[in-house]
């Protein structure tokens, strides 16, 4: 079974840090395109950031280019969502999905384009 599990969330001041993980239980997420959407209260669920399969290619929403950077962590089976220079404007349930292959779906800014959903982490970003 396939299990996603977003942690790393919290309350931060504008201009903070936050480091969000994802990992998983009952597959490797070596070989699989991971995602990473968000939440705000009231609106649909965005996407954020993907990477490939191996590290290699990774793409960002405009909202949050330069600012967020997504990685592995092969050593942990994790993936990293390093969010730098918070604005009030991040705050949303963060999101972790996979498409179950190695391949970014080609649409991968649709939510039904991917198979796989933790249950998400709160970030708040507030003075």
């Known amino acids: 079974q396939v299990q996603l599990v977003e942690s790393g969330g919290g309350l931060v001041r504008p201009g903070g840090s936050l480091r969000l993980s994802c990992a998983a239980s009952g597959f490797s997420l070596d070989y699989h395109a991971i995602g990473w959407f968000r939440q705000a209260p009231g609106k649909e669920r965005e996407f954020v950031a993907t990477?490939?399969?191996?590290?290699?290619?990774?793409y960002y929403a405009d909202a949050v280019k330069g600012r967020f950077t997504i990685s592995r962590d092969s050593a942990q089976n994790t993936v990293i969502l390093q969010m730098n220079s918070l604005k009030p404007e991040d705050t949303a349930v963060y999101y972790c999905t996979t498409s179950g292959t190695a391949l970014v779906p080609p649409d991968p800014l649709r939510v039904g384009a991917w198979r796989y959903w933790g249950q998400g982490t709160q970030v708040t970003v507030s003075s």
């Open positions: 990477i490939s399969w191996n590290g290699g290619g990774t």
